[in-house]
């Protein structure tokens, strides 16, 4: 796969245009022809096969340098000049004329704009500020859609940017940086990362939502980050938030809602005697005595040294569910323990980056525009 080399004019595949009549091979000034054999020794020379208009290919020898004009190259080195002076209209064209010519110098194209990348970038997989990166993989994936390393280098700019505004708690900019990573087609690998990630950013916006008291927003936040993915982490974060949920509207004392989701806690696997204690403590305020002392037993079944489910298990026990008055209810309520308002924290991972996807291109003798 050709990039530009500042000595020779051409390589093998390239397509040219003969200057001058050549009477020898039958060809004349303005046909093209593809390089399929150079040479440097004796000198610089190449070998041709040109087309006709009936289809029909004639051979030419020892072509040299002066005697023909690179169409393929000249487009490619076109559109990096048009690249270099920001008119990516002119370099997406003369790209297109380059690869409608030679194909592989799409790999070349995004391989020149890899190569821009600073040390830093090359090494941690991120940078904050290369977006021009963006514009120019758009452009190689809109002239050759099928390349997949244009639109695989495309999803892996807007998920390393992603990374960076999420490392600087841009949660929200983040999450629309991995949505557009994610809506382009591309490998396993980097659609799987760029989930996971998307996972951790919404999971930390739950984190903080619930940290500020915006309970219902971070209950969101978790819940969509485990419609994403789905595995232990997400499944016991959205328990956690069903737990943390089910306080707030005990607060608010909506026991009935409250109660669903310390039920919804459990169904996804978590059992924190907290939420345990919670629970009968709200079934305890709807007058539902029986099933209140069986959940403070639970909690002293998984820890039998709990002192609030002791101190609340013992308070029902000194009334009859039978006799129990509307009275004897309020007082009962009032004395139970309530336990401290902290919430249950959430598990979360690091965010990742995904390294820049080279093309197979070979860079014996070639350099870049």
């Not at 690179?70 to 076109?78: C, E, L, P, T």
């Not at 892996?156 to 990374?163: D, E, K, S, Y």
């Not at 204690?277 to 305020?285: A, K, M, Q, T």
């Not at 029902?316 to 336990?339: C, E, G, H, M, R």
Request: aromatic share 10%; proline share 4%; glycine share 6%.
């Amino acid at each position: 796969m050709p990039l530009i080399h500042d000595k020779r004019k051409a390589f093998e595949g390239d397509v040219v245009e003969l200057k001058t009549d050549l009477p020898k091979y039958g060809v004349k000034r303005g046909q093209r022809g593809v390089v399929i054999s150079t040479f440097d020794t004796p000198s610089e020379a190449y070998d041709l096969e040109v087309t006709d208009e009936a289809g029909r290919a004639s051979f030419v020898y020892s072509l040299k340098p002066d005697q023909f004009i690179n169409r393929s190259r000249d487009a490619f080195v076109k559109a990096m000049e048009a690249v270099e002076n920001v008119d990516l209209e002119t370099a997406e064209r003369e790209l297109r004329t380059a690869t409608d010519l030679r194909p592989d110098y799409i790999g070349g194209f995004v391989t020149s704009i890899l190569a821009t990348l600073p040390d830093t970038v090359e090494k941690a997989g991120l940078e904050d500020d290369v977006s021009y990166l963006i514009p120019l993989l758009r452009l190689a994936a809109r002239v050759d859609p099928d390349y997949e390393f244009a639109r695989t280098n495309l999803a892996v700019a807007f998920l390393n940017f992603g990374v960076a505004k999420a490392r600087k708690k841009n949660y929200q900019e983040a999450i629309e940086l991995f949505y557009s990573a994610l809506g382009i087609e591309t490998d396993s690998e980097t659609e799987s990362r760029t989930k996971i990630n998307l996972v951790m950013a919404f999971t930390s916006l739950g984190r903080e939502s619930f940290k500020d008291e915006k309970i219902e927003q971070g209950f969101g936040y978790v819940r969509t980050a485990f419609l994403i993915t789905q595995d232990e982490t997400t499944r016991r974060n959205l328990g956690l938030a069903y737990g943390n949920l089910g306080l707030f509207y005990m607060k608010s004392r909506r026991f009935d809602f409250a109660i669903e989701q310390f039920e919804r806690t459990e169904d996804c696997g978590v059992v924190l005697p907290e939420f345990v204690n919670d629970y009968g403590i709200c079934l305890v305020f709807l007058g539902r005595i029986t099933e209140a002392m069986r959940a403070f037993e639970r909690v002293l079944e998984f820890v039998p040294q709990n002192e609030e489910a002791r101190f609340n298990l013992k308070k029902l026990k000194q009334f009859s569910a039978q006799q129990l008055t509307k009275s004897d209810l309020d007082i009962l309520t009032n004395q139970l323990f309530v336990p401290a308002e902290d919430l249950i924290d959430l598990n979360g991972q690091i965010l990742a980056t995904l390294a820049w996807r080279k093309p197979p291109a070979s860079t014996s003798d070639l350099v870049s525009v």
